[in-house]
């Protein structure tokens, strides 16, 4: 049974950093690529960055330069580090794994940024 499971979700104040953790199981976490994606409220999902099995990341226009995507296969954990949080990241931030035509969603975690 695969799992994905997302933590590090908080409230925090505009210009702050969050780092977001997803722990998988059920899987050979090596070989899938992996990606964070985001749902704002009234929102369609929208991808945030990825990472391949070989390491290779691109990010959303939106948050280039802020957030970093990186994965340790030793832990099957990938990474959200996010910096100079805006009000317009506030969304529930979702871990997804794929691999040829498997694909799992993680449940969510929750991202607000307020002052």
């Known amino acids: 049974q695969v799992q994905l499971v997302e933590s590090g979700g908080d409230l925090v104040q505009p210009g702050g950093s969050l780092t977001l953790s997803c722990a998988a199981s059920?899987?050979?976490?090596?070989?899938?690529?992996m990606a964070w994606y985001r749902q704002a409220p009234g929102k369609q999902r929208e991808l945030v960055a990825k990472?391949?099995?070989?390491?290779?990341?691109n990010y959303a226009d939106s948050v280039k330069g802020r957030f970093t995507i990186s994965r340790d296969n030793a832990k099957k954990t990938v990474y959200l580090q996010m910096n100079s949080l805006k009000p317009e990241d506030t969304a529930v931030y979702y871990c997804?794994?794929?691999?040829?035509?498997?694909?799992?969603w993680g449940q969510g975690t929750q991202v607000t940024v307020s002052s």
């Open positions: 997804y794994a794929d691999w040829s035509r498997q694909n799992y």
């Open positions: 059920g899987l050979i976490f090596s070989i899938y690529h």
């Open positions: 990472i391949t099995a070989g390491g290779s990341t």
